[in-house]
């Protein structure tokens, strides 16, 4: 990686620093952790069909990967202090899950589409293979692969200033293709496995693609 000018920049690289420039948040924002679900975080993780799942490796190398089911089965609340998020059929690499054998500790965001706040926890997961509970996460007639099993040690609403900046529910903004090509050209430039792009095109179809969600 070139850090051509890096000699101009300034570097924040202690706590005194970070502060000075940042400032200390105020008492509502450091206090509002919650080390147990209640009432408004159950109804939001019932309510959210979306969540990004953030892990690390033993030596501190980060993923961040995207949930999603239908809002009602992405998670399962077993109590007060601990959830189970369902993995469905993907692309095997199991980054997190990986992670999460050698440094169990996560951080999840939980989205509801167009509200900008979104419901923050942190904690220690375990990946389980089979429970009584799986029987609630059935989508389409299918049970989860596994589900991460996660002890809730941190949990707290985020405010929306991020999502109001980037205007990110404002479809007026929406461009999905300005400057970026599409999935199939996209597949077939940087993950290259001899298939020619009118073929990526139908096997991204929709309809085609959309069959191996459950299945």
Not at 65 to 86: F, M, N, Y
Not at 163 to 177: I, Q, V
Request: aromatic share 8%; glycine share 8%; charged share 25%.
């Amino acid at each position: 990686m070139t850090t051509d000018g890096a000699a101009t920049w300034t570097e924040i690289d202690t706590l005194e620093a970070l502060v000075a420039l940042i400032g200390e948040p105020g008492q509502r924002a450091r206090d509002k952790g919650r080390p147990a679900l209640v009432d408004a975080d159950r109804a939001w993780l019932a309510a959210s069909p979306f969540c990004m799942m953030a892990t690390a490796d033993a030596e501190g190398r980060c993923d961040a990967s995207p949930k999603g089911d239908p809002a009602g089965q992405l998670v399962h609340v077993i109590d007060d202090r601990t959830i189970a998020i369902a993995e469905r059929p993907g692309n095997k690499r199991a980054d997190g899950y990986r992670n999460i054998l050698t440094n169990p500790h996560v951080g999840l965001n939980f989205f509801i589409p167009s509200r900008g706040d979104t419901l923050r926890v942190n904690g220690r997961a375990r990946l389980v293979a089979e429970a009584p509970f799986f029987d609630e996460m059935v989508v389409k007639g299918h049970r989860p692969l596994l589900a991460v099993v996660v002890d809730v040690e941190d949990v707290f609403f985020h405010c929306a200033k991020a999502f109001m900046r980037s205007g990110l529910w404002r479809p007026e903004t929406w461009a999905p293709e300005a400057g970026v090509p599409r999935r199939a050209v996209l597949a077939q430039q940087v993950e290259p496995d001899g298939r020619t792009v009118e073929q990526l095109d139908e096997y991204y179809r929709p309809e085609n693609y959309g069959q191996g969600l459950y299945a």
